[in-house]
């Protein structure tokens, strides 16, 4: 509920002059288990920072990970053939002011205990300017199909603007990273009593995490946030992504870009996506029907203790086991600088959905399929009598800005399940990474791969 305010007036949250930072969280009782016969070396939160979008991580303290080990190879390191000229880092973080951050929690091995783990989780967070502009920006939101969450989006409805920073994380951790978020805009948003409900979306990882565990706090919130950075974004098993399976792989965090020709008004959209949605089968790569060639190995349960419903599903099951429904959701985020106000950005934000058809994504009855829109261009500055001069693009102009939204969900969606590596996790639930060589294969086969 939004605190009361006086009649007439509508909060723009204008950051605060003065922003108290938050103090860092304390890593008690949280620690990564590899294998029962791996040795612990140490154990502690880290910063980790690359060049890339920083990722908070909980992990080993060990040795820095190789070049290959960070930057994995993406679609167009693959010669996977893409419409569209993508920008320089190929990520919504193209998008000038962009930022993007993520806490990742990975935690424990084996039987499941609720409220200990396995924990496969965490939190990703996008700033339209970053952490030093928070002023509101337009936005619109689209629902392909709603079983799942998007907090926030009533506000949205009605005043076109986006004030908090994004979230995405696991279902059952919405409510814990809203109030975060919530927190941390306080002392950063001059209005935030006043004003505005943070959007906060998620998807499910409860196959492999211990999702009733509610293991995502407040602090992993704070430092998803504050761990923001421009610059190239880790994907594949990270933040909110970490635990979530995509078109019968291993799926999570994904993102690409387009620039627009300086004909079409040079304009960049940026997309992220959190994808835990379809059935492999329905795969398709490029327009090659790869789930239906590539059908082993398909996730399962390599733990030696498991109750009668789930003992079907052992490892290994063979290459034609059963298929689970098109029970997922997938989360897009799409930004832009081009000038476009909220009517436009709904609409924008609707053709996320093409680029999940092209995929093979359906929107099935058990996915959440939510999208959110915004433009990082200004809102207009209040003048006489509070007049704010806002700049629109023409509709005769907005097409070449759909067609790069399709394109970069698409790229995305490819690059998660590239990033993204083989998962172990609760009661030994194992998810594959979709294997590089034999989607390379596969894409000859059908004359869609040159080299």
């Known amino acids: ?31 990564l288990s590899g294998s029962p016969s791996r040795t612990i070396l140490d154990l502690g939160v880290t910063l980790v920072k690359t060049g890339l979008a920083s990722v908070a991580l909980l992990t080993l303290l060990s040795p820095a990970p190789s070049a290959a080990q960070v930057t994995p190879e993406r679609a167009r390191d693959i010669g996977i053939p893409l419409e569209g000229a993508a920008g320089p880092l190929d990520a919504i973080t193209d998008v000038p002011g962009v930022t993007v951050g993520h806490l990742t929690l990975v935690r424990g091995a084996g039987k499941l205990v609720v409220g200990k783990g396995p924990v496969r989780t965490g939190v990703t967070a996008v700033f339209p300017r970053g952490k030093r502009d ?33 979230t995405i994380t696991n279902t059952n951790s919405v409510g814990t990273v809203r109030d975060a978020v919530i927190e941390w805009g306080r002392t950063r948003l001059a209005d935030a009593f006043n004003c505005c409900l943070p959007v906060v979306a998620e998807t499910w990882d409860g196959d492999l995490s211990d999702i009733y565990g509610f293991h995502v706090t407040k602090e992993h919130t704070f430092r998803a946030l504050e761990s923001a950075a421009p610059g190239l974004v880790p994907e594949g098993n990270v933040g909110g992504g970490t635990g979530m399976i995509c078109l019968g792989w291993k799926g999570g965090i994904g993102t690409a870009s387009r620039k627009l020709s300086d004909r079409a008004g040079g304009f960049t959209v940026g997309v992220l996506v959190q994808c835990n949605f379809g059935q492999r089968r329905l795969l398709r790569i490029a327009g090659v029907p790869v789930g239906q060639e590539i059908t082993e190995p398909i996730e399962c349960y390599e733990g030696p203790q498991l109750d009668s419903a789930r003992a079907a599903e052992r490892c290994p099951v063979g290459a034609t086991g059963a298929e689970k429904k098109d029970a997922g959701s997938i989360i897009a985020v799409v930004a832009t600088d081009a000038p476009l106000l909220p009517h ?20 099935g009855a058990g996915s959440g399929d939510l999208f959110i829109a915004f433009s990082t261009a200004s809102t207009g500055e209040p003048g006489e009598r ?45 998810v594959p990474a979709l294997p590089h060589d034999r989607l390379k294969e596969v894409l000859r086969k059908y004359g869609r791969l040159k080299r």
């Open 1 to 31: 509920m939004v605190a009361r305010r006086s009649p007439g007036h509508v909060c723009l949250a204008r950051p605060a002059p003065h922003r108290a930072r938050h103090p860092a969280p304390r890593p008690d009782g949280l620690e």
């Open 134 to 166: 928070l002023a509101p920006v337009f936005a619109g939101w689209f629902s392909l199909n709603g079983n799942g969450e998007m907090t926030g989006t009533a506000w949205i409805d009605d005043y076109g603007l986006l004030v908090y920073p994004i």
């Open 386 to 430: 509070g007049i704010r001069p806002v700049r629109m693009l023409g509709e005769e102009r907005i097409d070449p800005v759909y067609e790069a939204t399709v394109q970069a969900t698409e790229e995305a969606i490819i690059n998660a399940m590239l990033a993204a590596k083989t998962m172990r996790g609760a009661d030994g639930y194992m």
């Open 344 to 363: 436009q950005l709904r609409r924008v934000a609707r053709r996320a959905a093409l680029g999940i058809g092209r995929m093979g994504g359906i929107a």
